[in-house]
Nanobody, 117 residues
Framework: QVQLVESGGGLVQPGGSLRLSCVAS????????MSWYRQAPGKERELVAR????????TYADSTKGRFTISRDNAKNTVYLQMNSLKPDDTAVYYC??????????WGQGTQVTVSS
């Protein structure tokens, strides 16, 4: 099993930056696809970014591409999401996901990101 703990959320002004961290335990994330999702009130959960387990492939939502960067440090069993040029529409609960297959999917508790002046 994979246990995930997110941190780094908080209140930031528009145009500001935050760096989210997701620390995994229970298994190495080296063979797992690691992703960040977010969910805002009244909206469906959406994929923000994904770091594929093989190679250096990365996937970003159109709304975040160019502003957000996902990275991983397999030695530290940690995935990061660097968020720059934040907008009010980025306000949401951000969740870390580890996926090893259809029957092997874990989620963190989430961390709140609020972008407001």
């Amino acid at each position: 099993q994979v246990q995930l703990v997110e941190s780094g959320g908080g209140l930031v002004q528009p145009g500001g930056s935050l760096r989210l961290s997701c620390v995994a335990s229970g298994v190495s994330i080296r063979t797992y696809d690691m992703s960040w999702y977010r969910q805002a009130p009244g909206k469906e959960r959406e994929l923000v970014a994904r770091s594929w387990s093989y190679g250096s492939r990365r996937t970003y939502a159109d709304s975040t591409k160019g502003r957000f960067t996902i990275s991983r440090d397999n030695a530290k069993n940690t995935v990061y999401l660097q968020m720059n040029s934040l907008k009010p529409d980025d306000t949401a609960v951000y969740y870390c996901q580890a996926r090893g297959g259809r029957s092997d999917e874990s989620w963190g508790q989430g961390t709140q990101v609020t972008v407001s002046s």
